[in-house]
């Protein structure tokens, strides 16, 4: 072990199925993936981050900082694993939660179900209050009402409880009050309340992302807790931060108080893995893909940026149709996900086709092949069978998998039911959990109004790499690049996060009587508070502050965000801001409308720490194409048949290689498969660029 100070920081990524883990130490680079322990998560971390200290050479007192980061939040929104949960609403609204906005995700669909409620109605209670859209109390809290609620809850046996009023955003007095009055009742029962979790307009998206908060709460504050004494008894005493949806990093104690704004924080890591690649190579119309063994996500990176959104949607449930999932109101890195992953169980409908997703068998008991009790086929059966999986050598060799057991997964489910030997039942797992995610690729592409086919995809996940080739031929993709630590891009990425905190609140503003003083006076609270968030993990240089002003002309019902540089407003701004909103308008909508009233409604203030330099990747001449090591059997869905692969080990592999498929590339911790269509050109960093031929 080394007695000289390193810079030695790890980060840790949860998913469903594996924990991922990476360390860097001076800028080398040491990773490993772990099962994921559903009983106790923490344990896989211990394991993994001995495991990768070991591989270091360092002791754990040599780690200097952790940052992690999970979907254990979004699983369990998705697969509704959660606390049981009350939500006390104003009196006459207990039904938002299933009213919805009352849009129609498909018009013509005269059997359209929507997605049910995450909380049901008999544990939706209701108090007489009402405060209006300027804050203004109209009827004073009820105190009779509000007792009848807190027995209600108290004789409920609930876990958690969520507080939504009628425009609290603008006055959360209220639901402070009743907060207040159940944890007199109950002492330790988890309560949240919407004007801090979401305070924003639109009360079912801020009914619903407090009810998301306290849903998942009980569970991720346990496992924090848990977390943070675990590594101090092993000897990690360093400080420990969370990444959260923004892409930003947080404190555990925030991330215990907010766990919602976890919910996509490990897709967000991924997001910023494959940003940080975009800046290396220059690349400015990006498609980051993540697959694992329980969800994946696709996010589009423009101009080396992820893009980022204040609200997002999780578990789209009718053929990935904006409005059709669970609609959470927080600064996001906006992305599609779908229970889309490795571990995705595969089965038949009632119209005997083959659906996948969204239940997974995640680790416990884990796909069939694992031979850990799983009995159902999921995609990494389909995998295993079809060839792109090397059965003795998954995951390093730390997880021998059975090409029997996958058959027999999938004769049992899939082809006794419809008639198809195993083979067939996993090319029809594997074409039609490919075809759900190329579809929720072109459906994100098309509602930012963009072309999929301009975008490079940068590939990531265990099962990312394995499926990105086929991915790119359905959605007309022509390149796509294999990063070095694939298998655990989102923990890589969470080493290149920064520390950052959004605030967002709706605030209403009309311009042609702008109060500018009144607006000064929010930015400055909200820097305040973004500020409180980031200023304990700034080692060097200033925050970089970003200000988004979410516009729209008056009556209109939906805004736009526009970027606004000063620090303070004067009389003059509400001129500046008009200009800025109508440019902004025309690059969404063609043309500004002249003579209508301009109203900012809701505002954004983002403090992060800079990011540093990056060196770009200076192109590599192609040369010889290599030989593979060896061959196996690998079905090319494309011929409908199976075809002879190279099998390439990826540390062998030196820059200028050129492999052409069909092939598999192997490394420890995820392959990647080339079909026949394409070829790979290993890049000056190890990445593999791979292209159409």
């Given amino acids: 072990m080394s007695s000289t100070p390193r810079n030695c920081r790890v980060g840790v990524d949860i998913g469903g199925t594996f924990t991922d883990i990476a360390l860097d130490i001076d ?35 040599e780690i200097g900082i952790l940052i992690h980061g999970t979907t254990l939040a979004t699983n369990a929104l998705i697969e509704r694993r959660g606390a049981k949960t009350a939500f006390v609403t104003t009196e006459g609204f207990r039904d938002v939660l299933e009213m919805r906005t009352e849009n129609r995700f498909e018009q013509y669909d005269l059997n359209i179900s929507l997605p049910p409620a995450l909380i049901a109605r008999a544990d939706r209670f209701v108090v007489r209050e009402r405060i209006d859209a300027a804050g203004k109390v109209l009827l004073d809290l009820d105190d009779a009402s509000v007792a009848a609620v807190v ?36 002492p330790g029962l988890s309560v949240s309340i919407s004007s ?47 990444i959260h949806s923004g892409g930003g990093i947080v404190s555990v104690e925030s991330a215990s108080e907010f766990p919602v704004r976890l919910v996509e924080s490990g897709p967000a890591g991924g997001a910023i893995f494959a940003a940080d690649i975009a800046r290396q190579y220059g690349l400015d119309t990006v498609l980051s893909f993540d697959m694992g063994g329980t969800t994946a996500k696709i996010c589009l990176i423009e101009n080396q940026v992820p893009k980022t959104a204040k609200t997002f949607e999780v578990a789209r449930t009718y053929r990935f149709r904006k409005g059709s999932g669970m ?35 995640a680790s416990e008991p884990g796909p069939a092949c694992y031979q850990r009790g799983g009995k159902n086929p999921t995609v990494t059966d389909a995998d295993l069978i079809l060839g792109k999986l090397d059965p003795a050598n998954f995951a390093g060799g730390a997880i021998p998998l059975s090409v029997e057991a996958s058959r027999q997964a999938m004769s ?23 075809e759900n995610m190329a579809n929720a690729g072109r459906v994100h592409t098309v509602e930012n109004g963009k072309n999929i086919s301009d975008f490079t ?27 070095p630590g694939a298998g655990v891009g989102s923990a890589i990425g969470f080493l290149k996060a920064p520390f950052g905190y959004e605030s967002v609140r709706s605030a209403v503003f009309n311009l042609s009587n702008f109060e500018y003083l009144e607006a000064n006076h929010l930015l400055q609270a909200m820097k305040a508070e973004a500020l409180g968030f980031v200023e304990g993990g700034l080692d060097t240089g200033s925050p970089v502050i970003e200000r988004t002003l979410f516009m729209r002309y008056a009556g209109q019902g939906w805004d736009i965000p526009v970027p606004f540089a000063d620090d303070n407003f004067d009389p003059a701004s509400a001129e500046t801001i008009a200009a800025l909103f109508e440019k902004e308008y025309e690059r969404f909508f063609g043309r500004a409308i002249e003579g209508l009233d301009i109203e900012i409604v809701s505002w954004s203030v983002k403090a992060s720490s800079p990011l540093p330099p990056v060196e770009r990747i200076p192109s590599v001449a192609e040369g010889n194409v ?26 062998g592999l030196k820059p200028g290689d050129v492999i052409k498929g069909p092939a598999v590339i192997v490394e420890r911790e995820t392959s990647a498969v080339l079909t026949s269509s394409f070829k790979a050109i290993v890049q000056r960093d190890g990445s593999l660029l791979a292209t159409r031929i």
Avoid: W
Avoid at 212 to 238: E, F, H, Q, T
Avoid at 328 to 345: L, Q, R, Y
């Fill in 151 to 186: 027995e209600k809850v108290a004789a409920g046996g609930y876990e958690s409880v969520a507080i939504g009023f009628i425009h609290a955003y603008a006055n959360g007095a209220h639901e402070i009050a009743v907060r207040d009055a159940i944890l007199k009742r109950l």
């Fill in 27 to 61: 800028g080398t680079l040491h990773s490993t993936k772990i099962l994921t322990d559903y009983t106790a998560p923490e344990r896989a971390i211990l394991k993994g981050v001995k495991a990768v200290a070991d591989m270091a050479g360092i002791a754990l007192s």
């Fill in 327 to 361: 609609p959470i109101s927080i600064p996001v890195v906006e992305m599609v996900e779908i229970g889309a992953g490795g571990g995705s169980i595969a089965s038949v409908d009632a119209m005997r086709q083959i659906r996948v997703g969204p239940h997974s068998a």
């Fill in 196 to 242: 801090e979790v979401s305070p924003q307009m639109r009360e079912f998206e801020r009914f619903n992302t407090v009810c998301a908060n306290a849903y998942v709460k009980p569970a991720i504050k346990s496992y924090l807790d848990r977390l943070v004494v675990s590594l101090k008894d092993i000897g990690v005493g360093c400080p420990v931060f969370m």
């Fill in 457 to 483: 995809m940068i590939t990531f996940g265990g099962a990312g790499p394995l499926h990105a080739a086929r991915l790119c031929e359905k959605m007309g993709i022509s390149t796509f690049l294999v990063p």
């Fill in 626 to 651: 290599v030989q593979p090591g060896g061959t196996r059997r690998l079905f090319e869905a494309s011929q409908g048949s199976y075809l002879e692969a190279g099998i390439h080990e990826r540390t």
């Fill in 412 to 434: 049992d489910d899939i082809g006794s039911i419809i008639g198809l030997d195993p083979d067939a039942s996993a090319y029809g797992t594997c074409e039609m959990v490919d």
